[in-house]
């Protein structure tokens, strides 16, 4: 089992920054791509930005230019530092991990997310 522990949500105002982290942690053979996810008051959860383990990203059309994604694998840490934040930006933020065991075993974990609120 992988556990992830995700922090540095909280409140900002339109315009500032917040950079969310994500740790993963336990039985760690090889971990893949990191993402992060992100869900709306009322709406489904979508993609935010992913990061292969090479550091190949891709973000969602409306974070492009203002978000970035980075990892650092010998922390087994993926990071999203947001930037211009606007309300729209308000969400629960979920880590998305990627991992294959020893047995080349593909699981898939996701973080207990969490909050970020964009208000004045």
């Known amino acids: 089992q992988v556990q992830l522990v995700e922090s540095g949500g909280g409140l900002v105002q339109p315009g500032g920054s917040l950079r969310l982290s994500c740790a993963a942690s336990?039985?760690?053979?090889?971990?893949?791509?990191m993402a992060w996810y992100r869900q709306p008051p009322g709406n489904q959860r979508e993609l935010v930005a992913r990061?292969?383990?090479?550091?190949?990203?891709n973000y969602a059309d409306s974070m492009k230019g203002r978000f970035t994604i980075s990892r650092d694998n010998a922390k087994n840490t993926v990071y999203l530092q947001m930037n211009s934040l606007k309300p729209e930006d308000t969400a629960v933020y979920y880590c998305?991990?990627?991992?294959?065991?020893?047995?080349?075993?593909?699981?898939?974990?996701w973080g207990q997310g969490t909050q970020v609120t964009v208000s004045s």
């Open positions: 998305n991990v990627e991992h294959f065991t020893p047995r080349i075993t593909r699981e898939e974990y």
């Open positions: 336990g039985n760690i053979f090889s971990i893949n791509n």
């Open positions: 990061i292969t383990r090479g550091g190949t990203t």
